[in-house]
């Protein structure tokens, strides 16, 4: 795998940045992508329907900037996931306006796919072996890691080593807090539990905690949105493939969307996508590599 180091850059061609559509329907996002023509992937139920209904419905978070986030106001989708479903949209024939996104809580994943809510379903959504048991997976498309964000001038975390004596926040009962406890990395009266990331994100800002965990993905939307005030460490410690969520046994679907997604990794798309989202944040990405089945 090759790391790039992340600048800022203009997109370009079918990656152009736009501003368009109304909230919760067509074209919420930030880009512009050509939607191919002609597609076939015989053998696909799902794909099948969208194209009997003349649209895809696109399962994604609402609440992780950066990655999956819908603008309070003007009610548009942007951030890495919904750029990454945008693309598999228009390589499977969908152009912007044929695209309604829907957000699903991580709770309800599963069931969205089982029922056929969405047709699939791009949010920080780690591929392992029980969802396989009730899903399938296209990729990954990203690969995080649990790592930590602290403020910019603090260069005395360093990684998970350096967190003794340091204030930790995450979310309540949350895997990363889960770990950071099991293993030891802070003294219990240092770890701050809040509802969501946003929470931490404040105490951060406001110095009541040292470093905030979770998926560095997630850390870096909120990075990129104050890259002069925070800062990812970049020592990811533990491994989270980010997947695109399928009905289970919709094999050529999944085949094809891998197909897209390898594409998009060798031939530049993949990185003018990081570039224009997480890219912000300042902070290295490593290509994913698919793992198919």
Same mark, same amino acid.
Do not use: H
């Given at each position: 795998?090759?790391?790039?180091?992340?600048?800022?850059?203009?997109?370009?061609?079918?990656?152009?940045?736009?501003?368009c559509?109304?909230? !919760?329907?067509?074209?919420? @996002?930030? =880009?512009?992508?050509?939607?191919?023509?002609? &597609? %076939?992937?015989? *053998?696909?139920?799902?794909f099948?329907?969208?194209?009997?209904?003349?649209?895809?419905?696109?399962?994604?978070?609402?609440?992780?900037?950066?990655?999956?986030?819908?603008?309070?106001?003007?009610?548009?989708?942007?951030?890495?996931?919904?750029?990454?479903?945008?693309?598999?949209?228009?390589?499977l024939g969908?152009?912007?306006?044929?695209?309604?996104?829907?957000?699903?809580?991580?709770?309800?994943?599963?069931?969205?796919?089982i029922?056929?809510?969405?047709?699939?379903?791009?949010?920080?959504?780690?591929?392992?072996?029980?969802?396989?048991?009730?899903?399938?997976?296209?990729?990954?498309?990203?690969?995080?890691?649990?790592?930590?964000?602290v403020?910019?001038?603090?260069n005395?975390?360093?990684?998970?080593?350096?967190?003794? !004596?340091?204030?930790?926040? @995450?979310? =309540?009962?949350?895997?990363?807090?889960?770990? &950071? %406890?099991?293993? *030891?990395?802070?003294?219990?009266?240092?770890?701050?539990?809040?509802?969501?990331?946003?929470?931490?994100?404040?105490?951060l800002?406001?110095?009541?905690v040292?470093?905030?965990t979770t998926?560095?993905?997630?850390l870096?939307?909120?990075?990129?949105?104050?890259?002069?005030?925070?800062?990812?460490?970049?020592?990811?410690?533990?491994n989270?493939?980010?997947g695109?969520?399928?009905?289970?046994?919709?094999?050529?679907?999944?085949?094809?969307?891998?197909?897209?997604?390898?594409?998009?990794?060798?031939g530049?798309?993949?990185?003018?996508?990081?570039?224009?989202?997480?890219?912000k944040?300042?902070?290295k990405a490593?290509?994913?590599?698919?793992?198919r089945?």
């Amino acid at each position: 795998m090759r790391v790039r180091t992340l600048a800022v850059v203009l997109l370009a061609g079918g990656l152009a940045l736009t501003a368009c559509g109304k909230e !919760g329907g067509p074209g919420d @996002s930030g =880009t512009t992508q050509q939607a191919a023509a002609d &597609v %076939k992937v015989d *053998g696909s139920a799902t794909f099948e329907k969208m194209k009997n209904r003349g649209k895809v419905v696109i399962g994604v978070k609402e609440d992780q900037p950066g990655l999956g986030y819908k603008d309070p106001t003007s009610g548009k989708y942007t951030g890495f996931d919904v750029e990454i479903a945008k693309l598999v949209a228009a390589k499977l024939g969908f152009s912007d306006d044929k695209i309604e996104y829907k957000a699903i809580a991580s709770a309800g994943r599963e069931q969205a796919l089982i029922n056929g809510d969405v047709d699939y379903y791009v949010g920080t959504y780690t591929i392992n072996a029980k969802r396989k048991e009730q899903v399938g997976f296209a990729g990954p498309y990203f690969t995080a890691g649990q790592d930590l964000l602290v403020a910019k001038d603090d260069n005395s975390i360093t990684g998970p080593e350096t967190l003794k !004596g340091k204030k930790v926040c @995450s979310v =309540t009962g949350s895997t990363p807090i889960q770990k &950071v %406890k099991n293993e *030891g990395l802070t003294e219990p009266e240092n770890i701050v539990e809040l509802q969501n990331y946003s929470q931490c994100v404040t105490q951060l800002q406001q110095g009541a905690v040292d470093a905030v965990t979770t998926d560095d993905a997630i850390l870096k939307g909120y990075a990129a949105q104050e890259p002069d005030k925070m800062k990812v460490v970049g020592k990811p410690f533990s491994n989270e493939p980010y997947g695109i969520g399928l009905t289970k046994d919709d094999k050529p679907l999944r085949d094809k969307i891998n197909d897209i997604l390898d594409e998009a990794i060798k031939g530049g798309d993949w990185d003018k996508v990081y570039d224009a989202t997480l890219g912000k944040s300042g902070s290295k990405a490593e290509k994913p590599v698919l793992d198919r089945y």
